[in-house]
């Protein structure tokens, strides 16, 4: 049975849609991010630091699967170091807008920015300037 | 009573095949899932993968039927997450593989679509899934700047997905997979 006899391939629009939708999503990232003040971490969903985006620093964070450094500086924030298997969370590089975050599967690490100036301390380790 | 006979016995057959070739899907699954993990991770991004199982299982949507393709896929997704993985590794393929399985079903019964397009879409569905498990879990909501770049990742994964396993599916002979003993259509 040799599938030869011609029906319509609608593949083009399939795809079109697919790339559509995706742009489309790529469009709302990009208007709900914008300039990020804050770099929230938590781990296993949970609030457990905020640093300021401005302040150029390195904190370690310790969770119960392990430890990941961060480093903020310029605006930006980045997993430096993690001595997670995968070190995905390193290769993420740099993040600097609102809504974007690193995250770390194996630590249950996510590093997030926020657009609300460092609020209210919410972990131990905040340092006052 | 032997004309029954008889057709007990080709019923036995058809059913030691099918066993046989969906053992043998599952099993080239996970060594092809034991494959990617070896792969480095050199993608900046977590969650991006080249999917070779997927080949197996548009393979056997294509050559066997959707209930085998989705069967074969779970269960190489449990049994690779008991071997290398962990329970939240699970939960993310299980989520991302039924998902973009589900999808690639539905996409072969319109008929109006090559298997690249629909691989295509399996890859982008199977990422929709995992952020989505990664959306309920980690409970965060950069997860759209994570969507978005898994979502084109996977239509270029799928594309080349989909190409190989098209060769593959007019390639391999369906007396490999066919019910039927023996005896090529």
């Keep these: ?23 489309g999503i790529l469009a709302f990232a990009f208007l709900t991010g914008g300039g990020g003040a804050s770099v929230e971490v938590s781990v296993d969903g949970r609030i457990i630091a905020v640093y300021p985006l401005s302040d150029n620093r390195e904190e370690v964070i310790n969770t119960p699967e392990g430890k990941n450094r961060l480093e903020i500086k310029d605006g930006r924030v980045r997993v430096t170091d993690a001595d997670c298997p995968d070190k995905l969370c ?24 926020t657009g609300e100036e460092a609020p209210e301390s919410k972990g131990a380790d905040i340092v006052v300037k | 009573m032997k004309d029954n006979k008889g057709k007990n016995n080709i019923r036995q057959k058809q059913y030691i095949r099918s066993v046989t070739s969906h053992g043998m899907l599952v099993a080239m699954a996970i060594v092809l899932s034991w494959l990617e993990a070896q792969i480095p991770a050199f993608f900046a991004v ?24 989705m069967g074969i896929n779970i269960l190489r997704i449990i049994l690779v997450s008991f071997m290398f993985g962990g329970p939240s590794a699970m ?17 072969k019964k319109i008929r109006h679509f090559s298997i690249t397009a629909v691989s295509i879409a399996g890859g982008v569905f199977h990422n929709i ?21 898994l ?10 997905i989909g190409i190989l396993s098209s060769q593959l599916v007019k390639r391999l002979p369906d007396s490999l997979f066919s019910l039927r003993s023996g005896g090529t259509k």
């Design chain 1, 1 to 23: 049975m040799e599938t030869k006899k011609k029906k319509p391939r609608y593949d083009f629009i399939l795809i079109l849609i697919l790339a559509v939708a995706g742009l």
């Design chain 2, 46 to 69: 977590p969650g991006m993968k080249l999917g070779i199982t997927n080949i197996v299982v548009v393979t056997a949507l294509y050559k066997m039927s959707s209930p085998s393709a």
């Design chain 1, 90 to 113: 390193v290769n993420q590089g740099w993040i600097s807008m609102k809504g974007q975050s690193v995250i770390c599967l194996p630590h249950k690490l996510t590093v997030k920015i």
């Design chain 2, 129 to 149: 899934g995992q952020v989505a498990a990664a959306a309920v879990i980690l409970n965060t909501d950069g997860i759209f700047w994570y969507l978005s770049v």
């Design chain 2, 151 to 160: 979502w084109f990742t996977g239509m270029v994964t799928g594309t080349l």
């Design chain 2, 91 to 107: 939960i993310y393929s299980l989520s991302g593989g039924m998902l973009s399985t589900l999808i690639m079903i539905l996409l």
